[in-house]
Protein backbone atom coordinates (compact mmCIF):
# COMPACT_ATOMS: atom_id res chain seq x y z
CA UNK A 1 0.00 0.00 0.00
CA UNK A 2 1.66 3.63 -0.85
CA UNK A 3 2.38 6.14 1.75
CA UNK A 4 0.35 8.62 2.32
CA UNK A 5 2.32 12.13 1.58
CA UNK A 6 1.41 15.13 3.86
CA UNK A 7 1.43 18.82 3.61
CA UNK A 8 2.31 20.77 6.77
CA UNK A 9 1.09 24.45 6.74
CA UNK A 10 3.05 25.78 9.79
CA UNK A 11 6.35 25.01 10.87
CA UNK A 12 7.07 26.01 14.07
CA UNK A 13 6.69 24.19 17.27
CA UNK A 14 3.83 22.27 17.11
CA UNK A 15 4.45 21.48 13.17
CA UNK A 16 7.79 19.74 13.88
CA UNK A 17 5.85 17.78 16.62
CA UNK A 18 4.01 16.88 13.51
CA UNK A 19 6.85 15.93 11.93
CA UNK A 20 8.38 13.93 13.81
CA UNK A 21 5.83 11.65 14.58
CA UNK A 22 4.90 11.53 11.03
CA UNK A 23 8.02 10.23 10.49
CA UNK A 24 7.54 7.13 13.00
CA UNK A 25 4.44 6.32 10.89
CA UNK A 26 5.29 3.58 8.30
CA UNK A 27 2.16 4.47 6.38
CA UNK A 28 2.79 8.56 6.02
CA UNK A 29 5.45 10.87 4.98
CA UNK A 30 5.78 14.58 4.86
CA UNK A 31 6.28 15.58 1.45
CA UNK A 32 6.00 18.96 1.39
CA UNK A 33 6.50 22.10 3.78
CA UNK A 34 4.78 25.74 3.93
CA UNK A 35 6.80 27.91 6.89
CA UNK A 36 6.76 31.88 6.01
CA UNK A 37 9.53 32.04 8.67
CA UNK A 38 12.99 31.05 7.92
CA UNK A 39 14.16 29.48 11.19
CA UNK A 40 11.36 27.54 11.84
CA UNK A 41 11.78 26.44 7.80
CA UNK A 42 15.96 25.38 8.21
CA UNK A 43 14.61 23.60 11.23
CA UNK A 44 11.76 21.89 9.42
CA UNK A 45 13.64 20.91 6.31
CA UNK A 46 15.98 19.55 8.41
CA UNK A 47 13.63 17.22 9.66
CA UNK A 48 12.68 16.10 6.21
CA UNK A 49 15.38 17.06 3.74
CA UNK A 50 13.43 15.45 0.68
CA UNK A 51 10.41 17.60 1.02
CA UNK A 52 9.63 20.20 -1.58
CA UNK A 53 9.34 23.86 0.07
CA UNK A 54 6.75 25.89 -1.20
CA UNK A 55 6.21 29.82 -1.13
CA UNK A 56 2.85 30.11 -0.11
CA UNK A 57 -0.70 28.21 0.77
CA UNK A 58 -1.35 28.30 -2.67
CA UNK A 59 1.21 26.75 -4.11
CA UNK A 60 1.28 23.96 -1.60
CA UNK A 61 -2.21 23.32 -2.18
CA UNK A 62 -1.44 23.24 -5.93
CA UNK A 63 1.33 20.04 -5.54
CA UNK A 64 -0.12 17.37 -7.43
CA UNK A 65 1.59 14.51 -4.45
CA UNK A 66 -0.48 15.03 -1.56
CA UNK A 67 -2.93 13.02 0.21
CA UNK A 68 -3.68 15.45 3.38
CA UNK A 69 -3.06 18.54 5.47
CA UNK A 70 -1.72 19.32 9.00
CA UNK A 71 -2.61 22.72 9.51
CA UNK A 72 -0.16 24.29 12.61
CA UNK A 73 -0.47 27.78 11.74
CA UNK A 74 -0.92 30.54 14.19
CA UNK A 75 -4.37 30.21 16.44
CA UNK A 76 -5.67 33.67 14.26
CA UNK A 77 -4.66 32.05 10.70
CA UNK A 78 -6.99 28.28 11.15
CA UNK A 79 -10.28 29.71 9.59
CA UNK A 80 -8.79 31.66 7.51
CA UNK A 81 -6.49 28.64 5.71
CA UNK A 82 -9.46 26.12 5.95
CA UNK A 83 -11.18 28.26 3.99
CA UNK A 84 -8.48 28.81 1.12
CA UNK A 85 -8.66 24.98 1.75
CA UNK A 86 -11.81 24.94 1.03
CA UNK A 87 -11.79 26.99 -2.26
CA UNK A 88 -8.57 25.22 -4.30
CA UNK A 89 -8.26 21.77 -3.17
CA UNK A 90 -10.67 19.89 -0.05
CA UNK A 91 -8.07 17.21 1.19
CA UNK A 92 -8.79 15.58 4.29
CA UNK A 93 -7.10 18.15 6.90
CA UNK A 94 -5.69 17.75 10.65
CA UNK A 95 -6.18 21.01 11.95
CA UNK A 96 -4.58 22.38 15.64
CA UNK A 97 -6.52 23.51 18.01
CA UNK A 98 -8.36 26.11 18.17
CA UNK A 99 -10.70 25.62 15.73
CA UNK A 100 -11.40 29.68 16.00
CA UNK A 101 -10.56 32.27 17.99
CA UNK A 102 -13.35 34.97 17.33
CA UNK A 103 -16.70 34.26 18.22
CA UNK A 104 -17.73 36.39 15.54
CA UNK A 105 -16.57 33.82 13.40
CA UNK A 106 -19.58 31.28 13.96
CA UNK A 107 -21.20 31.90 10.73
CA UNK A 108 -17.84 31.06 8.29
CA UNK A 109 -17.73 27.88 10.72
CA UNK A 110 -20.90 26.90 9.76
CA UNK A 111 -20.69 27.90 6.43
CA UNK A 112 -17.50 26.04 6.08
CA UNK A 113 -18.93 22.65 7.69
CA UNK A 114 -21.64 22.59 6.20
CA UNK A 115 -19.83 22.69 2.07
CA UNK A 116 -16.76 21.02 3.17
CA UNK A 117 -16.34 17.49 1.53
CA UNK A 118 -13.38 15.93 2.80
CA UNK A 119 -12.78 15.11 6.47
CA UNK A 120 -11.28 17.34 9.23
CA UNK A 121 -10.03 16.04 12.70
CA UNK A 122 -9.43 19.08 14.87
CA UNK A 123 -6.06 18.25 17.02
CA UNK A 124 -6.88 17.61 20.46
CA UNK A 125 -3.79 15.42 21.22
CA UNK A 126 -4.45 15.34 25.70
CA UNK A 127 -7.40 12.43 24.89
CA UNK A 128 -4.62 10.43 23.43
CA UNK A 129 -1.87 10.59 26.00
CA UNK A 130 -1.54 6.81 27.05
CA UNK A 131 -2.66 7.30 30.98
CA UNK A 132 -5.72 9.89 30.05
CA UNK A 133 -6.79 7.36 27.57
CA UNK A 134 -5.91 4.42 29.99
CA UNK A 135 -8.94 6.67 32.84
CA UNK A 136 -11.32 7.31 29.89
CA UNK A 137 -11.30 3.30 29.24
CA UNK A 138 -11.96 2.28 32.72
CA UNK A 139 -13.90 5.80 34.45
CA UNK A 140 -17.19 4.25 34.04
CA UNK A 141 -17.01 0.84 35.02
CA UNK A 142 -14.44 2.48 38.30
CA UNK A 143 -16.86 5.43 39.23
CA UNK A 144 -20.22 3.88 38.18
CA UNK A 145 -20.77 7.30 35.92
CA UNK A 146 -18.55 10.02 36.79
CA UNK A 147 -20.59 12.80 38.61
CA UNK A 148 -17.25 14.80 39.70
CA UNK A 149 -14.32 15.63 37.11
CA UNK A 150 -11.34 17.48 38.05
CA UNK A 151 -8.75 18.19 35.70
CA UNK A 152 -5.14 20.36 36.70
CA UNK A 153 -2.75 21.39 34.94
CA UNK A 154 0.26 22.75 36.39
CA UNK A 155 3.13 23.68 34.14
CA UNK A 156 5.23 26.22 32.73
CA UNK A 157 4.45 29.46 30.94
CA UNK A 158 3.85 30.23 27.40
CA UNK A 159 6.80 29.54 25.43
CA UNK A 160 8.77 31.21 23.14
CA UNK A 161 7.11 31.45 19.29
CA UNK A 162 7.47 33.44 16.35
CA UNK A 163 6.90 36.86 16.72
CA UNK A 164 5.11 36.20 20.22
CA UNK A 165 1.87 35.81 18.54
CA UNK A 166 1.32 33.14 21.48
CA UNK A 167 1.25 36.01 24.05
CA UNK A 168 -1.43 37.96 22.82
CA UNK A 169 -5.40 37.55 23.56
CA UNK A 170 -6.18 39.26 20.02
CA UNK A 171 -4.29 36.37 18.12
CA UNK A 172 -4.79 33.25 20.18
CA UNK A 173 -8.41 34.15 21.72
CA UNK A 174 -7.90 34.40 25.14
CA UNK A 175 -5.69 31.40 27.76
CA UNK A 176 -8.78 29.82 27.88
CA UNK A 177 -9.25 29.37 24.59
CA UNK A 178 -5.27 28.75 23.32
CA UNK A 179 -4.35 26.65 26.13
CA UNK A 180 -7.71 25.41 27.41
CA UNK A 181 -9.92 23.68 24.59
CA UNK A 182 -7.92 20.94 25.39
CA UNK A 183 -9.73 20.49 28.75
CA UNK A 184 -12.75 21.47 27.65
CA UNK A 185 -13.13 18.65 25.19
CA UNK A 186 -11.90 16.32 27.43
CA UNK A 187 -14.76 17.03 29.54
CA UNK A 188 -17.05 16.59 27.31
CA UNK A 189 -15.05 13.71 25.98
CA UNK A 190 -14.93 11.80 29.66
CA UNK A 191 -18.79 12.61 30.76
CA UNK A 192 -20.66 12.24 27.13
CA UNK A 193 -22.79 15.33 27.96
CA UNK A 194 -22.79 18.72 27.28
CA UNK A 195 -22.45 21.86 29.29
CA UNK A 196 -25.02 23.92 29.99
CA UNK A 197 -23.36 27.18 32.79
CA UNK A 198 -19.49 27.98 33.04
CA UNK A 199 -18.44 29.89 36.47
CA UNK A 200 -14.42 30.88 35.73
CA UNK A 201 -12.05 33.71 37.74
CA UNK A 202 -8.69 34.20 36.16
CA UNK A 203 -5.71 36.58 35.43
CA UNK A 204 -2.41 37.10 34.67
CA UNK A 205 -0.25 37.31 37.64
CA UNK A 206 3.07 36.47 37.64
CA UNK A 207 4.20 35.85 33.85
CA UNK A 208 5.30 38.72 31.48
CA UNK A 209 3.70 41.10 33.26
CA UNK A 210 4.73 44.04 30.72
CA UNK A 211 4.56 42.32 27.67
CA UNK A 212 1.82 40.09 27.18
CA UNK A 213 -1.97 40.37 28.23
CA UNK A 214 -2.81 36.93 28.33
CA UNK A 215 -4.09 35.28 31.42
CA UNK A 216 -1.42 32.89 33.78
CA UNK A 217 -3.90 30.77 35.69
CA UNK A 218 -7.89 30.40 36.15
CA UNK A 219 -10.16 28.40 37.80
CA UNK A 220 -13.35 26.76 35.77
CA UNK A 221 -16.43 24.80 36.97
CA UNK A 222 -18.22 23.58 34.43
CA UNK A 223 -22.17 21.89 35.03
CA UNK A 224 -23.70 19.35 32.39
CA UNK A 225 -26.86 18.87 31.46
CA UNK A 226 -26.85 15.31 33.29
CA UNK A 227 -25.97 16.61 36.76
CA UNK A 228 -21.86 15.84 36.77
CA UNK A 229 -20.10 19.27 37.51
CA UNK A 230 -16.49 19.71 36.00
CA UNK A 231 -13.37 21.82 37.29
CA UNK A 232 -10.01 23.23 35.60
CA UNK A 233 -7.56 24.25 38.01
CA UNK A 234 -4.67 25.76 35.67
CA UNK A 235 -1.35 27.22 36.60
CA UNK A 236 0.50 28.08 34.40
CA UNK A 237 3.77 29.19 36.85
CA UNK A 238 4.30 25.76 38.42
CA UNK A 239 6.51 24.08 36.40
CA UNK A 240 8.44 22.49 39.60
CA UNK A 241 5.29 20.26 39.73
CA UNK A 242 6.46 16.53 39.54
CA UNK A 243 3.13 16.00 37.51
CA UNK A 244 2.13 18.80 34.53
CA UNK A 245 -1.38 17.03 34.44
CA UNK A 246 -3.77 15.34 37.05
CA UNK A 247 -6.94 14.06 36.04
CA UNK A 248 -9.17 12.87 38.53
CA UNK A 249 -12.81 11.28 38.03
CA UNK A 250 -15.22 10.36 40.70
CA UNK A 251 -18.44 8.54 40.90
CA UNK A 252 -20.69 6.43 43.07
CA UNK A 253 -18.52 3.18 43.40
CA UNK A 254 -15.15 5.04 43.58
CA UNK A 255 -12.15 7.46 42.31
CA UNK A 256 -9.70 6.85 39.00
CA UNK A 257 -6.81 9.39 38.42
CA UNK A 258 -4.53 9.52 35.61
CA UNK A 259 -1.54 11.68 36.56
CA UNK A 260 0.90 13.10 33.24
CA UNK A 261 4.48 14.31 33.99
CA UNK A 262 5.35 17.43 31.61
CA UNK A 263 7.90 17.18 28.88
CA UNK A 264 11.28 15.01 29.02
CA UNK A 265 13.28 17.71 28.01
CA UNK A 266 12.27 20.45 31.08
CA UNK A 267 12.60 17.41 33.86
CA UNK A 268 16.16 18.64 36.17
CA UNK A 269 18.79 15.56 35.06
CA UNK A 270 20.06 16.02 38.61
CA UNK A 271 16.96 14.55 40.20
CA UNK A 272 17.28 11.73 38.22
CA UNK A 273 15.15 10.22 36.15
CA UNK A 274 11.63 12.00 34.90
CA UNK A 275 8.49 10.46 36.81
CA UNK A 276 6.30 7.91 34.85
CA UNK A 277 2.83 8.10 33.74
CA UNK A 278 0.57 6.97 36.44
CA UNK A 279 -3.08 5.44 36.49
CA UNK A 280 -4.55 5.47 40.22
CA UNK A 281 -7.55 3.40 41.00
CA UNK A 282 -9.67 4.15 44.35
CA UNK A 283 -12.64 2.20 44.87
CA UNK A 284 -15.00 3.38 47.86
CA UNK A 285 -15.44 -0.77 48.94
CA UNK A 286 -12.93 -2.19 49.55
CA UNK A 287 -10.78 0.64 50.21
CA UNK A 288 -6.66 0.70 48.98
CA UNK A 289 -5.96 2.52 46.19
CA UNK A 290 -4.38 0.63 43.46
CA UNK A 291 -1.63 2.61 41.05
CA UNK A 292 0.41 1.29 38.14
CA UNK A 293 2.87 2.83 35.64
CA UNK A 294 1.93 3.19 32.14
CA UNK A 295 5.19 4.11 30.41
CA UNK A 296 5.44 5.78 27.15
CA UNK A 297 8.61 4.30 24.92
CA UNK A 298 11.12 6.57 24.54
CA UNK A 299 10.85 7.43 20.90
CA UNK A 300 7.39 8.55 21.45
CA UNK A 301 8.27 11.28 24.03
CA UNK A 302 11.71 12.33 21.82
CA UNK A 303 8.98 12.97 19.16
CA UNK A 304 7.22 16.12 21.01
CA UNK A 305 5.94 17.45 24.43
CA UNK A 306 2.73 15.32 24.56
CA UNK A 307 3.50 12.39 26.04
CA UNK A 308 2.98 10.09 22.65
CA UNK A 309 -0.29 11.23 22.05
CA UNK A 310 0.50 13.02 19.08
CA UNK A 311 1.45 10.01 17.47
CA UNK A 312 -1.71 7.90 18.44
CA UNK A 313 -3.01 10.75 16.97
CA UNK A 314 -1.97 10.44 13.73
CA UNK A 315 -1.72 6.59 13.60
CA UNK A 316 -5.63 7.21 13.61
CA UNK A 317 -5.95 10.04 11.42
CA UNK A 318 -3.98 7.51 8.64
CA UNK A 319 -7.22 5.37 8.93
CA UNK A 320 -9.39 8.48 7.99
CA UNK A 321 -7.39 9.70 5.04
CA UNK A 322 -7.97 6.42 3.58
CA UNK A 323 -11.51 6.12 4.34
CA UNK A 324 -11.92 3.25 6.73
CA UNK A 325 -12.71 5.20 9.61
CA UNK A 326 -14.43 9.00 10.56
CA UNK A 327 -12.70 11.60 12.88
CA UNK A 328 -12.59 10.66 16.47
CA UNK A 329 -12.33 14.81 17.04
CA UNK A 330 -14.37 16.49 14.87
CA UNK A 331 -15.41 19.57 13.32
CA UNK A 332 -18.05 19.82 16.04
CA UNK A 333 -15.96 18.98 18.72
CA UNK A 334 -13.71 21.79 18.00
CA UNK A 335 -16.12 24.22 17.69
CA UNK A 336 -17.86 23.29 21.18
CA UNK A 337 -14.60 23.35 23.17
CA UNK A 338 -13.59 26.99 21.71
CA UNK A 339 -17.58 27.72 22.70
CA UNK A 340 -16.61 27.16 26.26
CA UNK A 341 -13.51 28.66 26.55
CA UNK A 342 -15.13 31.85 24.84
CA UNK A 343 -17.58 31.25 27.90
CA UNK A 344 -14.86 30.91 30.65
CA UNK A 345 -13.63 33.82 29.37
CA UNK A 346 -16.41 36.00 29.91
CA UNK A 347 -17.19 34.93 32.77
CA UNK A 348 -13.95 35.43 34.29
CA UNK A 349 -14.05 39.06 32.51
CA UNK A 350 -17.50 40.45 33.78
CA UNK A 351 -17.75 38.20 37.11
CA UNK A 352 -20.68 35.93 36.86
CA UNK A 353 -22.03 33.00 35.26
CA UNK A 354 -22.66 32.30 31.44
CA UNK A 355 -25.23 29.62 30.28
CA UNK A 356 -24.76 28.25 27.35
CA UNK A 357 -27.35 27.43 24.59
CA UNK A 358 -25.81 24.01 23.13
CA UNK A 359 -28.25 21.36 22.01
CA UNK A 360 -27.82 18.57 24.49
CA UNK A 361 -27.56 15.46 21.92
CA UNK A 362 -24.40 14.94 20.31
CA UNK A 363 -26.30 14.28 16.72
CA UNK A 364 -28.38 17.39 17.05
CA UNK A 365 -28.41 20.55 14.80
CA UNK A 366 -25.78 22.95 14.36
CA UNK A 367 -24.66 24.95 16.92
CA UNK A 368 -26.73 27.68 18.95
CA UNK A 369 -24.80 31.28 19.29
CA UNK A 370 -23.45 31.38 23.02
CA UNK A 371 -25.82 33.10 25.06
CA UNK A 372 -25.57 34.97 28.48
CA UNK A 373 -28.45 35.08 31.06
Given at each position: ??R????????G???Q??????????A???A?L?????A??AQ???LV??A?VHD??H?L?ADP?LD???I?S????????????A?TR??????E?P?F????D????E?FR???P?P????M?Y??M???????E?????T??????T??E???P?L????G???H?????G??VE??C?FF?L????L?D???R??A???QAV???T?AD?W???Y?I???S???????D?C????GSE??E?I?????Q????A????????WPP???????P???V????????????I?????L???GD??G??YF?H?RF?D????A???????EDG????K??????????EG????LD??I??D???????GA?
Amino acid sequence: MARLRYGIIGCGMMGQEHIRNIALLEAAEVAALFEPDPAMLAQARALVPGATVHDGLHALLADPNLDALVIASPNDCHLDQLEQVAATRPLPVLVEKPLFTNPADLPRLEAFRAHYPAPVWVAMEYRYMPPVAALAEQAAGVTGGIRMLTLREHRFPFLDKVGGWNLHTARTGGTLVEKCCHFFDLMRFLLADEPVRVMASGGQAVNRLTEADVWDHAYVIVDFSGGARAMLDLCMFAEGSEYQEEITAVGAQGKIQALVPGPGRFWPPALGPAPQPRLIVSPRMPKGPVARDIPVPDTLLEAGDHNGATYFQHQRFVDVVRGAATPEVGFEDGMRAVKMGLAAQLSATEGRAVTLDLPIRRDAAPLAAMGAR
